[in-house]
Nanobody, 125 residues
Framework: QVQLVESGGGLVQAGGSLRLSCAASGRTFSSTAMGWFRQAPGKEREFVTAISRDGGSTSYTDSVKGRFTISRDNAKNTVYLQMNSLKPEDTAVYYC??????????????????WGQGSQVTVSS
C-alpha cells in the first residue's frame, strides 16, 4: 500500500511558477514509478508527466514540454513537479500517482495503482 499526499498548489498569474510536491509513505518509494495527471472542470483526467523508479526516464505531454519538469528524491520519498511559464489552460486539479508494476509506467491512467487526493492549481490571465 502507498499513501500519496500532494502539496504546493495555489493561485498564480500567467507566466508565473509553482512547484508541486507529492510525499509517499507505506512502501519502498524507490520501487514505485510515479506520474502526474491533471483534471480541469468538465474534462477527463489527463496525463502530464511521468518518471521511472530511479529518475532515469521521463516523459511529458506535448502541451507542457519545456515548461514543466518532473523530478524525484528517493531519499525523501518525494516526487516534484516544477511548473514554469504557467498558462490559464494549465488550471486544473493535479494528482500524483504511483505505479508498482513496472520500472516506468508512462501516460496510461490504468497503469497506476495509487493516487493522491489532488492539489488545485489556478492560473489567472
Amino acid at each position: 500500500q502507498v499513501q500519496l499526499v500532494e502539496s504546493g498548489g495555489g493561485l498564480v498569474q500567467a507566466g508565473g511558477s509553482l512547484r508541486l510536491s507529492c510525499a509517499a509513505s507505506g512502501r519502498t518509494f524507490s520501487s514505485t514509478a510515479m506520474g502526474w495527471f491533471r483534471q480541469a472542470p468538465g474534462k477527463e483526467r489527463e496525463f502530464v508527466t511521468a518518471i521511472s523508479r530511479d529518475g532515469g526516464s521521463t516523459s511529458y505531454t506535448d502541451s507542457v514540454k519545456g515548461r514543466f519538469t518532473i523530478s524525484r528524491d528517493n531519499a525523501k520519498n518525494t516526487v516534484y513537479l516544477q511548473m514554469n511559464s504557467l498558462k490559464p489552460e494549465d488550471t486544473a486539479v493535479y494528482y500524483c500517482a504511483g505505479c508498482t508494476g513496472s520500472y516506468y509506467c508512462g501516460g496510461r491512467r490504468e497503469s497506476y495503482d495509487y493516487w493522491g487526493q489532488g492539489s488545485q492549481v489556478t492560473v489567472s490571465s
